[in-house]
């Protein structure tokens, strides 16, 4: 009799937990342009994970002030018409170089305020699906060093396949060396330096 009682309880609770899985982000329509599009905005949840059960369609996803730690490989492969991601203010150390596969309409990337290490995480095959973005945001990501500050080469080479970039947002390093990479962002606009205190 216990056992079935537990067993109840327990099939509430994963019941619940389904229905609140799915309608964890509200879906909003936007018009812009003359274009309707929808987006998905999930701010703010206690996310871990990116959903997978939301519209196809949608064009915006703001997964901002999550808990998102990592994105694994093919996370949105379910969302290829999005334009605009925003992960800013996570704790994002890992991303996968095919995170972001898939993602061929997408123009505007912000993961500012995360932890990942920008000696470590960028590289041109990360962005090869995404090559179109107009705008990327990875401001306040790096730690500055306390004691010892080893000069820093940015990692350039994986910017420069971005060749329709206009805005960077990046963290300052204390020594900074901008490499010949820098040099093939010929459409870049406007630079943002802010480092994360
Ligand atoms: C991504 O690709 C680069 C270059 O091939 C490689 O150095 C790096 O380790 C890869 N990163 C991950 C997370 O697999
Ligand atoms: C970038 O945009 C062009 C023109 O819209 C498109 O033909 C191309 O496939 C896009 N590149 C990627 C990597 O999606
Ligand atoms: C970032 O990665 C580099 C290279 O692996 C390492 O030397 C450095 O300590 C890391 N920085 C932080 C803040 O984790």
Do not use: W
Not at 7 to 28: A, P
Not at 117 to 142: C, G, Q, W
Not at 155 to 166: K, Q, R, V, Y
Not at 169 to 177: C, Q, Y
Request: charged share 20%.
């Amino acid at each position: 009799m216990e056992r079935i009682i537990l067993y109840s309880v327990l099939s509430i609770i994963i019941i619940c937990i389904e229905f609140v899985h799915t309608s964890v982000c509200d879906i909003k329509y936007e018009f812009k342009e003359n274009e309707e599009g929808k987006i998905a905005d999930c701010k703010n949840k206690g996310l871990t994970f990116i959903p997978q059960d939301l519209p196809g369609d949608i064009k915006v996803l703001d997964m901002s002030s999550n808990r998102l730690r990592i994105i694994g490989e093919n996370s949105f492969v379910n969302y290829k018409y999005l334009q605009e991601l925003f992960l800013r203010q996570n704790q994002l150390h890992y991303l996968s170089n095919k995170s972001f596969q898939g993602l061929h309409k997408l123009t505007i990337l912000d993961m500012s305020e995360n932890i990942l290490n920008l000696s470590k995480v960028y590289s041109a095959e990360l962005f090869h699906p995404i090559k179109n973005l107009t705008k990327l945001d990875i401001r306040s990501n790096m730690p500055q060093p306390i004691d010892f500050a080893p000069d820093y080469n940015y990692p350039d080479h994986a910017f420069s396949i971005l060749t329709e970039l206009s805005i960077l947002g990046i963290d300052m390093m204390p020594l900074p060396h901008f490499g010949s990479g820098f040099s093939q962002m010929t459409t870049l606009k406007q630079l943002h330096f802010e480092s994360f205190i």
